[in-house]
C-alpha cells in the first residue's frame, strides 16, 4: 500500500487552510463513496460522490434514529452518474453540476476516474478486522496477573 504521508494535523488544528492532498478519497467500511479533487492550477476544490446513504428521514440531510449511516445494501443510492459539486462556490454540496450547468463537467469527473484508478492499482486485500471473528473477546490476548482465567491487575505497574 502506498502511503503518502502527509500530516493532517495542522488542517484539523486549523493551522493550515487547506489540505497538501491533491485528491482525498472517502470510504465508507471498505466502499468509495466519494472523492474530493483540490485543482492545483485554479485552486478549485471539486467533490465527486459516487454513493451517499439514503437519509432517514427522507430530505433530512442524515441518518437520524439509525446511529450511523449505512454504508452498502439497499440503504444508500448509487450516482450514475456521479454527483458533482464544485466546493469552492457551494461548500454545503446543495447544487450539483451537470454538463449543463458546469463546462468544466467532463474533464473533472475524467480527472477524477483516472486518479480513481492509479488510487485502487495501490490497494492489496487484507483481511477483515471488524467482523464477528474479529471483534470476538479474546482472553488470551488480555494481560492477565492472576491465575488464568481469574485475570486482574490491581498492582500500578503491572
Not at 495542522?10 to 465508507?28: I, N, R, V
Request: glycine letters at 6%; one cysteine or more.
Amino acid at each position: 500500500r502506498v502511503i503518502d504521508g502527509r500530516d493532517l494535523l495542522p488542517l484539523l488544528l486549523g493551522t493550515a487552510q487547506q489540505s497538501d492532498h491533491e485528491f482525498l478519497m472517502h470510504y465508507c467500511e471498505n466502499f468509495l463513496h466519494a472523492v474530493r479533487w483540490h485543482q492545483r492550477h485554479g485552486g478549485r476544490l471539486w467533490k465527486v460522490h459516487y454513493t451517499t446513504p439514503v437519509f432517514h428521514p427522507e430530505g433530512a440531510g442524515a441518518c437520524y434514529g439509525r446511529g450511523v449511516c449505512p454504508c452498502s445494501g439497499d440503504r444508500v443510492a448509487h450516482h450514475d452518474p456521479p454527483l458533482l459539486f464544485d466546493l469552492s462556490r457551494d461548500p454545503s454540496e446543495a447544487h450539483a453540476l451537470t454538463p449543463d450547468t458546469e463546462p468544466l463537467f467532463h474533464q473533472v469527473m475524467d480527472t477524477v476516474a483516472r486518479a480513481v484508478e492509479e488510487h485502487r492499482r495501490t490497494l492489496s486485500p487484507v483481511p477483515l478486522q471488524l467482523d464477528t471473528q474479529g471483534n470476538t473477546w479474546k482472553p488470551w490476548l488480555q494481560p492477565c496477573c492472576g491465575r488464568f482465567p481469574l485475570c486482574w491487575c490491581d498492582r500500578e505497574d503491572d
